[in-house]
């Protein structure tokens, strides 16, 4: 069965740092594209970041784009989300999401499978 399980959050005080990760199992990382994605409560999902089955693509949201940085670890099965310089507006709960893909096709938000979150709070 596949499985996507995220961790890594919890409170961070501005200007603070975490990383997330989002670990795979049932079913083999280097065929699929993955994506991170967040949602405040009342708001809509946004996506964050996407990282293509090979490494290759990868993708930021705007507010996001020079403080995060998406990674991939094949062999582990694992995908992270280094989060740096984080502000109260990232306070959410973060979400890693799969879609298998060709080798060649860029990364996108588009997903199927999906985990359960992870929740990052930002606050002083």
């Known amino acids: 069965q596949l499985q996507l399980v995220e961790s890594g959050g919890g409170l961070v005080q501005p200007g603070g740092s975490l990383r997330l990760s989002c670990a795979a199992s049932?079913?083999?990382?280097?065929?699929?594209?993955i994506g991170w994605f967040r949602q405040v409560p009342g708001k809509e999902r946004e996506g964050v970041s996407c990282?293509?089955?090979?490494?290759?693509?990868?993708d930021y949201a705007d507010s996001v784009k020079g403080r995060f940085t998406i990674s991939r670890d094949n062999a582990k099965s694992t995908v992270y989300l280094q989060m740096n310089s984080l502000k109260p507006d990232d306070t959410a709960i973060y979400y890693c999401?799969?879609?298998?893909?060709?080798?060649?096709?860029?990364?996108?938000?588009?997903?199927?499978?999906w985990g359960k979150g992870t929740l990052v709070t930002v606050s002083s």
């Open positions: 999401a799969a879609r298998q893909t060709l080798p060649l096709e860029l990364c996108g938000y588009d997903m199927n499978y």
């Open positions: 990282i293509s089955s090979s490494g290759g693509s990868i």
């Open positions: 049932g079913f083999t990382l280097d065929y699929y594209a």
